[in-house]
């Protein structure tokens, strides 16, 4: 299957400050990547809907000025967390459309933050 | 409704045995239906998809589609103490378009 990368897999960062989050699909061009959160025990949350050269689509509840998404390439797409706070402390994952005839989505492998 | 129905579990079987896992959808113009393995602090790994009505089979994994009765399920054979994880249901297509809908999960836990 296609890879999705992410960086960094893990960040702790103090309350009030941004943290970024990188998404790449590493061999294949991805027109759509998608944003989720997961808490612990809990399913995944779609958060946004990424679209190379355009605005991102935000699911209902999540504020967009907080959590910014820019998708300037077909390979990389960025979440970042402005202002972070501890509820923001997830588990923040990206899928790639890989294009395929059936939609499939591949997941990069996560990105764990905890704010302090 | 819940647009993706799983049952949370956990699901336990013996080593060695069949672990089937059910889901249900609400979108009848669903097309495309997955099914992902996700381990404990892990990412999602998707294990197959599967979009007519039937069975499809690779390895020990085997999806099932039934259209009709809007249902899909993932047998799993010959059960490993490998295979302990989260499996997510996932359907496309229909009013959600290209959006993918993803269930809760079942905890599946295969025993030694």
């Known amino acids: 299957g296609a890879v999705v990368s992410q960086h960094p897999s893990r960040v702790i960062c103090k309350s009030g400050t941004s943290v970024k989050i990188e998404c790449r699909s590493l061999?294949?061009?991805?027109?759509?990547m998608f944003w989720y959160r997961q808490f612990p025990k809990q399913s995944l949350m779609l958060m946004a809907t990424?679209?190379?050269?355009?605005?991102?689509?935000?699911e209902q509840g999540v504020e967009k000025d907080k959590f910014l998404i820019n998708h300037a390439s077909l390979t990389l797409s960025t979440l970042t967390v402005t202002s972070a706070h501890p509820e923001d402390s997830s588990f923040y994952i990206c899928?790639?459309?890989?294009?395929?005839?059936?939609?499939?989505?591949?997941f990069g492998p996560g990105t764990r933050l905890t704010v302090l | 409704q819940k647009e993706v129905e799983q049952n949370s579990g956990p699901l336990s079987v013996p080593e060695g045995a069949i672990a089937s896992l059910n889901c249900t959808y609400s979108?009848?113009?669903?097309?495309?239906f997955f099914w992902y393995r996700q381990y404990s602090g892990k990412s999602p790994e998707l294990i197959m998809f599967?979009?007519?009505?039937g069975d499809k089979e690779d390895g020990r994994f085997t999806a099932q589609l039934n259209k009709a009765s809007q249902y899909v399920s993932l047998l799993i054979r010959d059960s490993q103490p490998s295979d302990s994880a989260t499996y997510l249901c996932?359907?496309?297509?229909?009013?959600?378009?290209?959006?993918?809908?993803f269930g809760a999960g079942t905890r599946l836990f295969v025993k030694a």
């Open positions: 979108d009848r113009g669903s097309q495309s």
């Open positions: 599967i979009y007519s009505n």
């Open positions: 061999d294949f061009q991805a027109t759509t």
């Open positions: 899928s790639a459309w890989g294009g395929g005839s059936y939609n499939e989505q591949f």
């Open positions: 990424s679209n190379e050269g355009s605005k991102a689509t935000y």
């Open positions: 996932a359907v496309n297509g229909g009013t959600g378009g290209f959006k993918t809908i």
